[in-house]
């Protein structure tokens, strides 16, 4: 199947600082790459849809200026977490879809633990 | 968007099979229904995906009923490595998922 690559697997990074997260497709071209979040126990949350060369649609309550993300090709994605406080502390995850086909699936990477002390 | 319900937690022990049912009563025409896998601190796996009847790989078989407002997954005789969150998910159109709670099931020896 499709490999999703995430870098860093963990970060630790003091409050106020900003930590960038990149998400690869490695072997197919991610047409649209998404973005989650995962708190302990608790269920994948959607935060962003990003499309190559477009800006990102973010989630109902998301806040644009603090997750930005960048879709620069068809294989790489970014989202910067900045100014990053404890609550931003969670599990992120990104997914790749190869094409705009109704069957097609989305690949998900093995995720990025960020805790902010 | 298409809504998902499942139980959210099942036990089992090794060897049986295992059947979870989803619920995607707004499921749309040109909607397709994807389960993952996802284990503690890493990203959901995919398991299969089908449309209309039954679709079988080397991990499980999906069975869709006619009117396709539910799915199965059947995981044939589980061992304990199964045990996980499995999310059942249905693109809503718009290419995103929405994930509801997911069935935790675990597997016992």
New interface residues.
């Given amino acids: 199947?499709a490999v999703?690559s995430?870098h860093p697997s963990w970060v630790i990074c003091k409050s106020g600082t900003s930590v960038k997260i990149e998400c690869r497709s490695l072997d197919f071209q991610a047409t649209?790459m998404?973005w989650?979040r995962q708190f302990p126990k608790q269920?994948?949350?959607?935060m962003a849809?990003s499309n190559e060369g477009s800006k990102a649609t973010y989630e109902q309550g998301v806040e644009k200026d603090k997750f930005l993300i960048n879709h620069a090709s068809l294989t790489l994605s970014t989202l910067t977490v900045t100014s990053a406080h404890p609550e931003d502390s969670s599990?992120y995850?990104c997914?790749a879809?190869g094409s705009?086909r109704?069957?097609?699936?989305?690949?998900?990477?093995?995720?990025t633990?960020l805790l902010v002390l | 968007l298409a809504k998902t319900t499942q139980p959210i937690s099942m036990d089992s022990y090794e060897g049986q099979e295992v059947n979870i049912t989803c619920s995607h009563n707004n499921i749309a025409t040109?909607?397709?229904i994807?389960w993952?896998q996802q284990f503690p601190?890493?990203?959901?796996?995919?398991i299969i995906?089908g449309?209309k009847t039954k679709v079988t790989n080397e991990v499980a078989s999906l069975f869709i009923p006619a009117d396709r407002k539910s799915s199965t997954l059947s995981l044939p005789r589980v061992s304990l490595s199964d045990t996980a969150v499995y999310?059942c998910l249905v693109?809503s159109?718009t290419?995103?998922?929405?994930?509801?709670?997911?069935t935790r099931l675990k597997v016992l020896a």
């Fill in positions: 199947g999703v995430q649209t998404f989650y269920s994948l949350m959607l849809t599990f995850i997914s879809r705009g109704p069957q097609e699936t989305q690949y998900f990477g093995p995720g633990r | 040109n909607d397709y994807t993952y601190s890493q990203g959901p796996r995919f995906q449309y999310y693109d159109g290419y995103k998922y929405i994930f509801g709670t997911g």
